[in-house]
């Protein structure tokens, strides 16, 4: 079994490493000429170290992790707290794992590192997949140029303008959310003291919100603010003004304000998602990742569920043996509820929790307000806990037939 793979993000390196613990040969072909991330933090719930505990990287990744203590729900248009949720030792016993951060770039080259020492995963930078083929033997992946690449199965995890989606799913162009992100990392001195939170920390207020946390042993700190401003056009990482975030989010109270003037070098993200659709797969092609399920970032989850989408298309594989197609499906199949999940439910997030105002406001304050612990961690546990993943697919045992 040989596996193409389009795309070397942490989708498709989370996919080659768990097809390499199975022993299964992987081509990963990636169009940027380097690889890496962007230089950002990202958080991992307990799941994402549910996949990596079985990718044989969990503890390495927990080393250079901070352990956010909880998560705090603030309101931006008063500046009160509207309630702080645990993820102490009861948080992690119940779910197995804790909630963290860690940079991009750590977690990508800890996937990029493993891959390459597995010995079964070749990687090709430089590599732009246009188009695939099939027959009923094998599959290829075609690059600019004409050249392809072949292999029992093809991955597509090429992200959000996925080329492999556009010939199966034709979908057209994501969806534009109306919603910019500005992004920026800085030194844990310029932060404000007492807003140094070893927390998930998020201001929720008039159609907008922030969200900070330390990042690399709390000597940076990790600043997103994001504005629903109708924005029409998707953008990912141009580099902007600070006059610019400063103007969005000038109308909120102080305390924001001098959290959002610490940031520098902002970059910003127009974001996109899609519908969830219920076939992404052809043959012996499929997605993964944003490629599949591209969401807002409102759950955290993306990437997520990008190394969990890996974690259970290497276990069908391995199932179901030579029956590439039955393996993909059976993967899709077991995929497609929970990612949509996410994707729907990011949405619900940004306009009822994160944006509203006025009586709406008012509402999910009283609302959250009233949450405790308990139900919290309830609330999450379709999400957090080990048996809820749906990384692994069983090849259905055949039911004997009576005999005619
Ligand atoms: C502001 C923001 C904050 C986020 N925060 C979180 C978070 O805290 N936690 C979380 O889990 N998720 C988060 N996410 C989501 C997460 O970043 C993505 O879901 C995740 O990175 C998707 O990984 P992927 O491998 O599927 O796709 P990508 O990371 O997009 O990788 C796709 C790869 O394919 C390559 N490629 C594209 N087209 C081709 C082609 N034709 N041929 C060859 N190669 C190609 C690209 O160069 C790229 O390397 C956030 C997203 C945003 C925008």
Known sequence: MRVVIVGAGIGGLAAALALAQSGQQSLVLEAAPQLGEIGAGIQLGPNAFHVLDQLGMGETLLKGAVYVDSFRLMDSA?????????????????????????????????????????GLVEIRTGVTIERFEQDARAVRAVAAGGRSFEGDALIGADGLHSA???????????????????????????????????????????????????LKGAKLFNLVATAHDEADRALAGAAVTDEEVAEKFAHLVPDVWRIISCGQAWKKWVLCDREPVENWNDGRVTLLGDAAHPTLQYFAQGACMAMEDGMCLANALGAFGPDVVEALDAYRRERL???????????????????????HALTRNATLESIGDAAFMNAFAWLYDAGNTHTSVKRPTAVPQPAV
């Open 164 to 214: 492999v989606r556009a010939q199966i799913v034709r979908d057209g162009a994501p969806r534009v959310s109306g919603h910019t992100t500005y992004r920026s990392v800085v030194d844990v001195e310029a932060m404000p003291e007492e807003f140094r939170w070893n927390s998930m920390a998020v201001w929720v207020g008039p159609k907008s919100h922030i969200v900070h946390y330390p």
């Open 78 to 118: 008063t500046g009160r707290q509207i309630n702080r949720f645990s993820f102490g030792t009861e948080f992690r016993q119940r779910f197995g794992n804790p909630y963290v951060v860690v940079h991009r770039a750590d977690l990508h080259r800890s996937l990029l590192d493993a891959c390459t020492s597995s």
């Open 337 to 359: 509820v929970r990612t949509a999940r996410i994707q729907l439910g990011s949405r619900l997030i940004g306009d009822h929790i994160f944006h509203p105002s006025g009586v």
